[in-house]
């Protein structure tokens, strides 16, 4: 996720193989990372992120001193990035804003959940590779594509609302590959934001990222017809473990 080689060799003259060394000797796990990463999106005093975090993981201690005790060149890289980000997220938000709710309506609907949290934070951050979405913050890098932000963002979105771990349990009994369940997370938010894409001037063309890609997400072939067929009328079945069952018995008799 921290592997975006652009901004590693814009900034390699940052680059301290110390810090480099100390981190790869404090591990920390993937749980904690979102935690923390979060909470420093969020919180607007920074001592009190250092308050709540000193002594929980070797790994975010040594991330709080770095951070603690600044680092040259930082400065200079928001000077030349926070603009950008900003006209980003102004150009993002006035094509986002119009379709949010019924995204995210249709979210729901799909997973049989409801959002529970009053607000979801967004953050584009510019050294990510890719993104990630913990409770109700998300954090992902921008892309050149505004239509294909929008697919980017729902695919976040529906990280957080998609019951992975119960489909996760359930790919596991019928020993199916539990990588399966990112898939289905990438169909609810390609049926959830589809109609709100536009289609690129050339016919031909087609926008890559936005369709389940068969060569990153297992399955996607055998379960695409499935998802399509429900998107249709999601109602037809009483709760999303139904259509987790429907899902394995398609799976294990292809």
Not at 249 to 254: E, F, G, N, P
């Amino acid at each position: 996720m921290l592997g975006n080689k652009v901004y590693v060799s814009r900034n390699s003259q940052l680059r301290k193989n110390s810090i480099l060394r100390e981190l790869q000797k404090a591990p920390i796990s993937p749980r904690s990372w979102y935690a923390f990463a979060r909470d420093l999106m969020r919180t607007g005093d920074f001592e009190e992120v250092v308050s709540d975090w000193k002594g929980r993981e070797p790994m975010t201690d040594v991330f709080l001193n770095i951070l603690s005790h600044g680092s040259n060149g930082w400065e200079q890289i928001w000077e030349l990035t926070r603009p950008r980000l900003e006209e980003y997220k102004q150009k993002f938000g006035s094509v986002w804003s119009p379709i949010a709710d019924s995204v995210l309506s249709r979210l729901s609907q799909l997973a049989h959940v409801e959002w529970t949290a009053d607000e979801i934070r967004v953050h584009f951050v510019d050294c990510l590779n890719g993104g990630f979405a913990w409770h109700d913050s998300i954090a992902f890098a921008t892309l050149p594509d505004i239509e294909v932000q929008k697919k980017f963002l729902t695919h976040e979105l529906s990280e957080l609302i998609t019951p992975s771990p119960f489909v996760t349990r359930e790919l596991g009994k019928s020993s199916l590959d539990p990588e399966i369940a990112h898939t289905m997370v990438d169909m609810l938010a390609y049926f959830s934001v589809k109609d709100f894409i536009a289609k690129p001037v050339d016919p031909n063309i087609e926008r890559k990222g936005v369709v389940p890609n068969k060569n990153y997400y297992p399955k996607v072939e055998e379960l695409y017809p499935l998802f399509e067929e429900y998107s249709k009328n999601p109602s037809e079945h009483d709760d999303f473990g139904s259509l987790v069952k429907k899902i394995i018995v398609t799976l294990k008799t292809s």
